[in-house]
Structure formats: structure tokens, C-alpha cells
């Protein structure tokens, strides 16, 4: 049974860094593509970063780029988001979504695995 672990999170202040880990259990972990995602308050689930199956295509949304930056240690089959500059407005909990084979989406649909959710939180 495939399972993703997350690892990582917890409080800092704006402008601190932070790293997340995404890892897979019960499959090949290279086979999987890896989309991060985050969902505040009463808010929509968005997408924030993702990482295609096997090789290193990438996708990131615009509120991240050049802030974030997704990556994969194949050997460990663990996807990181590596997390620059936060700001407040980062606070959510923040999921890794997996598919097999799959493309870096931005849609939390095309993603059949979940993480447990860990939580972010940035204070000014």
C-alpha cells in the first residue's frame, strides 16, 4: 500500500526558511510525481510546487517562484520543498499530493496519494 510521510514545518518568523519532506512508502518512489500543496483557513486547497515522475521537470506557482524550490533525492525516495523568505501569508497546512507516472499538475485532482498535512505558520 503506497503511503506518503511528511516530515518538517512548524512556526518561524517572515523572512526565516523552512524545509518539508514528502516521502514515499510501498513504491517505487522515482515512479511518482509530487505536487505540494496548501490549504488556510477556510480557503481553497492551492497549489504551490511540483515535481514530474523520473526526471527533474518542474512546476511552481507565481506567489512562490524564486522563493521555493521543489527537489528529489531519488535514493531516499523523498521530495523536498525547500522553503525561502516566508511570509505571512504562507501560513497553511501544506500537503504532498503523489501519482504514479504522473506530470509536475498543479491539480490537486490529478493527484490519487496524500500526505498527512503539516502545518506552516509565519508570523510577521
Known amino acids: 500500500q503506497v503511503q506518503l510521510v511528511q516530515s518538517g514545518g512548524g512556526a518561524v518568523q517572515a523572512g526565516d526558511s523552512l524545509r518539508l519532506s514528502c516521502t514515499v512508502s510501498?513504491?517505487?518512489?522515482?515512479?511518482?510525481?509530487i505536487g505540494w500543496f496548501r490549504q488556510a483557513p477556510g480557503k481553497k486547497r492551492e497549489f504551490a510546487a511540483a515535481?514530474?515522475?523520473?526526471?527533474?521537470?518542474?512546476n511552481y506557482a507565481d506567489n512562490v517562484k524564486g522563493r521555493f524550490t521543489i527537489s528529489r533525492d531519488s535514493t531516499k525516495s523523498t521530495v523536498y520543498l525547500q522553503m525561502n523568505s516566508l511570509k505571512p501569508e504562507d501560513t497553511a497546512v501544506f500537503f504532498c499530493g503523489g501519482r504514479v507516472l504522473g506530470a509536475a499538475s498543479s491539480s490537486p485532482s490529478a493527484y490519487t496519494y496524500w500526505g498527512q498535512g503539516t502545518q506552516v505558520t509565519v508570523s510577521s
Open positions: 510501498g513504491g517505487t518512489g522515482s515512479n511518482y510525481a
Open positions: 515535481i514530474a515522475w523520473g526526471g527533474d521537470s518542474t
